[in-house]
C-alpha cells in the first residue's frame, strides 16, 4: 500500500505565501517523478510543477517565477513554495508521484495521488 500524505494548505492573502507539503509513505522500490497538480471548480486538473529524481524541473507558464517545487530523496517528499499568490491560484492543490514496486514476480510503476488540499488566495 503507497500513500501520499498532503499537509500546508489554506488561506492566504494576495502577495502571501504558503508551502505544501507531500510525504510518500508505504511498501515501493522508488519514487521517480513528483509533482503537484491543481484544479479549478469545473476544469480538469491541470499540471503546476514537475521535479525528477535528478532535480530537474518543469513549471505551467502561470506560476514560473512565484512558485517553486524541491524534493528530499530519502524523505521521499516533495515541495510547493508558493510566493507573491493570486486570487487565480486559488485551488484544489494534489500532490502526484510515479512510483516502482518491485516484488519477486513483477517490477512495474504506479501512479498515486494526494487527497488534495484547499488553497485560497483573498484580494
Known amino acids: 500500500q503507497v500513500q501520499l500524505d498532503e499537509s500546508g494548505g489554506g488561506l492566504a492573502q494576495a502577495g502571501g505565501s504558503l508551502r505544501l507539503s507531500c510525504a510518500a509513505s508505504?511498501?515501493?522500490?522508488?519514487?521517480?517523478?513528483m509533482s503537484w497538480y491543481r484544479q479549478f471548480p469545473g476544469k480538469q486538473r491541470e499540471l503546476v510543477a514537475l521535479?525528477?529524481?535528478?532535480?530537474?524541473?518543469h513549471y505551467v507558464d502561470s506560476v514560473k517565477g512565484r512558485f517553486t517545487i524541491s524534493r528530499v530523496n530519502p524523505k521521499n517528499t516533495v515541495y510547493l513554495q508558493m510566493n507573491s499568490l493570486k486570487p487565480e491560484d486559488t485551488a484544489v492543490y494534489y500532490c502526484?508521484?510515479?512510483?516502482?514496486?518491485?516484488?519477486?514476480?513483477?517490477?512495474?510503476?504506479?501512479?498515486?495521488w494526494g487527497q488534495g488540499t484547499q488553497v485560497t488566495v483573498s484580494s
Open positions: 502526484n508521484a510515479d512510483f516502482r514496486v518491485v516484488t519477486e514476480d513483477s517490477d512495474e510503476e504506479f501512479e498515486y
Open positions: 508505504g511498501s515501493f522500490f522508488s519514487v521517480n517523478d
Open positions: 521535479i525528477s529524481t535528478d532535480g530537474s524541473t
